[in-house]
């Protein structure tokens, strides 16, 4: 009797555990299915449309960014905000270009910081917080100096670790960072101080919040500050391309003085490992980031993307034609051609994006505001410039096409340029020379910008131009007093 009460005993703890854990399991597989998606938005600095081996980059390798194209969609036509830091990170958290976005240029402000964002300006941090996301920046914010309405904490992010000043983010050994508005002070970089690299410092502080955040969703906007020069990072993540990145040319920087930490470039013997090392290091930071979803079993519902805010940079000793950074196109940071503005982007998002695909769609920074809207179910007024590439993503519903895309430039005598379709406009000196004509390109044939055919199109010539005088509004900040935008009827 007692082995027959046993038996019974035995058969209903088996199938309660069973019932249990069934439930158990529904529950988490009904709050991953009904949950919103994580998102986390990988921006590197000054990294060029060829600095990836993916795009065909032959003096390194990038696996864990290669293997993010494996596992979802790559983008062959989406271009930055802009062709520097500021413009170009506000055109992202505003849905706006430059000809409409609060910050159009580097503007700077001392001690610390730059130009602030107006309180009132709707970012997509705060849009994400009212579909209850916990967001979250980490590493090199750039739109408002510690404490101002532009903060990064008044600007729709719960969470912000890393730089304040894009200056200051020159050097990867600084004095301090900001945790949201306490200033951390690194006393092992003091002085000539070499102990805390920075990138590592603020990527631990994101994979503590990934790993604190696991049972909701959250925004992880990761601007990592990498590769920008200066070209400084520990010996041991460059000791396996010394010597063989030659030749170097060492690059006599700032290494003492008012400057030093505070926005100079410092000394490198190697600059070419220094750089390769530097993105190898970026890598291997984006391959962490997605071993930590997958260890926490949330990989899966996490759309992970990863692109570049402007072109390569020639600063610090950084040599792009040596690595053939820009890949086919022209150009450089801060300029308009396509190799200051022309990116890459790759989207993985599991069950939802294609894995192994790409798409030619035209897009830019300001299209990911709306597309993450509508993701995520939250609307949005029609005064954002941006487009949603859902469609393009999952292969669900109808893509609509931009009209054309636009860019402005605040330095250098003032730069413009805009693409429709196939065709790009292009106007340099624009102060200087107001009533020059554009040059005007064919992308689908030269996509390298070597043949001005504007001489040939003069119609199209002028239906660009009228769309670039039209495509923007005064700013009493970011004043562009551009003369060639009339007279063109």
Known sequence: M??????????????????????????????????????????????????LSLTGQDKFDTPNIDKLAVDGMVFTQHYSGATVCAPSRSTLLTGMHTGHTVIRGNKEVRPEGQHPMPANTYTMAEMLQ????????????????????????????????????????????????????????????????????????IHDKALAFIEENKDESFFMFYASPLPHAELLLPN???????????????????????????????SQDYPHAAFAGMINHLDTQVGEIVKKLEELGIADNTIVVFTSDNGPHREGGADPDYFNSNGIYKGYKRDLYEGGVHVPMIAKWPGKIKAGSTSDHISAFWDIMPTLADITG?????????????PTLTEVGVQEQHEYLYWEFHEKGGRTAIRKGKWKGVKYNVLKDPNGIIELYNLELDPGEENNLASKHPKLVKELTKLMREARTPSDIFKFEAPTFLNVD
Request: with cysteine.
């Open 130 to 201: 009212e579909a209850g996301y916990k967001t979250s920046v980490y590493g090199k914010w750039g739109l408002g100096f510690p404490g101002s309405e532009g903060d990064a904490n008044n600007q729709g992010f719960d969470e912000f670790f890393g730089y304040n000043c894009q200056r200051v983010a020159h050097n990867y050994y600084p004095y301090h960072l900001w945790h949201n508005q306490e200033k951390i002070i690194l006393k092992g970089n003091e002085g000539k101080g070499q102990e805390v690299y920075a990138p590592d410092l």
């Open 2 to 51: 007692k082995r027959g009460y046993v038996l019974i005993l035995m058969i209903v703890l088996s199938v309660g555990f069973y019932f249990f854990t069934s439930l158990n399991t529904d529950n988490k597989k009904e709050k991953t299915e009904n949950s919103k998606p994580n998102v986390i938005y990988i921006l590197a600095d000054d990294l060029g449309y060829g600095d």
């Open 236 to 266: 041991s993540y460059m000791e396996k391309y010394k010597g063989k990145l030659n030749p170097e040319t060492k690059h006599v920087g700032v290494d003492d003085g008012p400057t030093y930490k505070l926005g100079g470039y410092g």
């Open 378 to 390: 939250q609307k949005l007024d029609d005064s954002i410039d941006g487009i949603s590439f859902s």
